[in-house]
């Protein structure tokens, strides 16, 4: 059963955008706060977004402050990464799941950024 289906990767130029969505089943969304993870090449994953079951707190990791935006769908229990001025650095497969005790992961989305 599958329960996170992230899209919206892809390949971009460095200053360029995408818009992440991830489709999550209603056990794992509703009233949990999520989070955006990232798996950089070579690399853990790590979690870089986080955002409130209500919406309304977010947390950013240092490194994308001010060019990423999370927000969520609580009628639909959809998950958004809004990220802007794309670096080289954020070439990663971003993956969406719970922030305390993450479920099984989907299948990610890549998100490939050049120079």
């Known amino acids: 059963q599958v329960q996170l289906v992230e899209s919206g990767g892809g390949l971009v130029q460095a200053g360029g955008s995408l818009r992440l969505s991830c489709a999550a089943s209603r056990n794992i969304f509703s009233g949990n706060s999520m989070a955006w993870y990232r798996q950089a090449p070579g690399k853990q994953r790590e979690v870089i977004a986080t955002i409130n079951s209500a919406g309304m707190a977010t947390y950013f990791v240092q490194s994308i402050k001010g060019r990423f935006t999370i927000s969520r769908d609580n009628a639909t229990n959809r998950l958004y990464l809004q990220m802007n001025s794309l670096r080289p650095e954020d070439t990663a497969v971003y993956y969406c799941?719970?922030?305390?005790?993450?479920?099984?992961w989907g299948q990610g989305t890549r998100v490939t950024v050049s120079s």
């Open positions: 799941n719970k922030v305390v005790r993450p479920r099984e």
